[in-house]
């Protein structure tokens, strides 16, 4: 039986397909410069973690 790329039994095989895929919806609604501080500030768990909220959310204001 095959599962689907978004399945637990392919996370290997799908974190990087998602990645790209939030990477690409990024570049379609934000400036390259704030896409890239929107991509550092999830691309390591304990930073993201020990932001304030109010600081990421302000990540996203357009």
Do not use: N
Not at 2 to 12: K, T
Request: glycine content about 6%; proline content about 6%; aromatic content about 8%.
């Amino acid at each position: 039986m095959e599962y689907p790329i978004g399945h637990r039994r392919r996370r290997d095989e799908g974190i990087p397909v998602l990645k790209d895929k939030f990477e690409r919806a990024l570049a379609t609604r934000f400036a390259p410069k704030q896409a890239g501080r929107i991509l550092d500030a999830c691309g390591e768990r304990e930073r993201l973690e020990a932001m304030p909220v109010h600081e990421f959310v302000d990540l996203w204001a357009l």
